[in-house]
C-alpha cells in the first residue's frame, strides 16, 4: 500500500462495525440471518446457549433488538414449539425491546398519555413469555435478568425489583448483564442513589471471578452519576480526579484472561472503560481498551455523549485509532 492509500484509510477512520459489541461469529450469523426474516439460526443459537447464562443473555439482547417490530415471527414458530424455553425467552425479550421503542419522553409525559398507556400496555405483554421460559427452564437467569428490565421499565416498588434480582442472583451470582440491571435500578435517574449503586458496583469489581468484566460497572455507575445530574457533557468535564482514581482502581481489577476464552461481554466492557479513560484524558488506557474493541462500539455508554456511532468514532480519531 503507498502512502496515499495509507493517508486514505486514516482518513475514512476505523472500520466500525454498530451495535455489535461482541466476538461471536455464530451471533453474527445469526443477527444477519434474522434481519432477512429467517429465524432458524437464531434459535439454533439460542439452543446452543443452554446452560450459559453469559452467552445467553448477549444472544437473547441483540436477536431481541434484531427482531424489534417482528415479534409476531416468534408466535409462530412458537405455536408448533410450545415446550420450547429459547423461543419463550426471545419472545419476552423482544416484546420488551418493542415496548422500550415507545416509552415517552420524560419531559413531555404530561401531553404524551396515550403513548404512556401503549408502552405500558406493550411492556406488560413480555411478563407471560418471560415467566412461561423461566418456568420451563427453572436454574436460567435469564429471564430473571429480563425480568429485572420489566420491573424498571414498569418503575415498579422497589420490593419487586429486589425480589427479581433475588431470583436471578441466586441462579447465577456473577450474571454481568443482571449486575448491570441492578445497577441500573440503583442509579440516582431510577430512584437510586449514587453511594447506594457506587457501593454496588465496587463490591462487584472486587468480589468478580477471573475474567469477568464486572469491573466495567464502576466506570458505568460514574457515567449514571453524571447523566443524571444533567451536567454539561463536555470532553474535558466528565469525571472528578476521585471519580478517575476509583475507575483506574477498577481497571486494575479486569484481567480478560478467563478460563475457555474470552468472557462473551468482553468488548462491550472495553467501550466502557476506553469510553471513561477517553474523557478523563487518560490517552494510553483509552487507547488500548478502544482498540481491544475491533470497530464494534455498544449502545452505552458512548450514548451518554450522543449518538454512540459519531462518539465512538471522535474518540477513534483523536486517540490515532
Known amino acids: 500500500m503507498g502512502v496515499i492509500e495509507v493517508d486514505r484509510a486514516r482518513a475514512r477512520g476505523p472500520r466500525v462495525i454498530p451495535d455489535r459489541p461482541w466476538a461471536d461469529t455464530m451471533l453474527d450469523e445469526a443477527v444477519e440471518a434474522a434481519s432477512r426474516g429467517d429465524l432458524r439460526p437464531a434459535a439454533a443459537v439460542l439452543a446452543d446457549s443452554r446452560g450459559d447464562p453469559e452467552t445467553r443473555s448477549l444472544r437473547v439482547e441483540a436477536l431481541s433488538r434484531t427482531i424489534a417490530g417482528a415479534s409476531r415471527s416468534i408466535e409462530a414458530m412458537l405455536a408448533y414449539d410450545q415446550g420450547n424455553p429459547d423461543l419463550w425467552l426471545w419472545l419476552g425479550r423482544a416484546r420488551l425491546e418493542e415496548a422500550w421503542e415507545l416509552r415517552p419522553d420524560v419531559r413531555a409525559r404530561a401531553v404524551q398519555a396515550d403513548r404512556q398507556h401503549a408502552y405500558r400496555s406493550a411492556m406488560e405483554q413480555a411478563r407471560q413469555p418471560l415467566l412461561t421460559a423461566a ?64 457501593g454496588f458496583a465496587r463490591s462487584a469489581a472486587a468480589h468478580a471471578p477471573e475474567g469477568s468484566p464486572l469491573p466495567a460497572l464502576v466506570p458505568l455507575a460514574h457515567f449514571e452519576i453524571v447523566a443524571a445530574a444533567r451536567t454539561p457533557m463536555s470532553r474535558g468535564g466528565w469525571f472528578s480526579f476521585e471519580a478517575q482514581r476509583d475507575i483506574v482502581s477498577a481497571a486494575g481489577h479486569w484481567a480478560e484472561r478467563r478460563l475457555g476464552g474470552a468472557h462473551p461481554r468482553s468488548v462491550e466492557a472495553h467501550n466502557i472503560f476506553g469510553a471513561a479513560f477517553y474523557l478523563s484524558d487518560l490517552r494510553r488506557p483509552a487507547r488500548g481498551h478502544l482498540a481491544r474493541t475491533g470497530g464494534r462500539f455498544s449502545r452505552v455508554p458512548w450514548s451518554h455523549l450522543g449518538d454512540p456511532g459519531q462518539q465512538y468514532r471522535r474518540a477513534c480519531a483523536r486517540l490515532n485509532l
Open 135 to 198: 418456568g420451563i427452564a427453572r436454574s436460567d437467569p435469564v429471564p430473571w435478568e429480563c425480568l429485572m428490565w420489566l420491573a424498571i421499565g414498569l418503575d415498579r416498588p422497589r420490593t419487586d425489583k429486589d425480589a427479581v434480582w433475588y431470583e436471578c442472583s441466586r441462579r447465577w451470582p456473577t450474571l454481568y448483564s443482571g449486575a448491570m440491571a441492578r445497577l441500573i435500578t440503583l442509579s440516582p435517574g431510577w430512584g437510586g442513589t449514587a453511594g447506594e449503586m457506587l
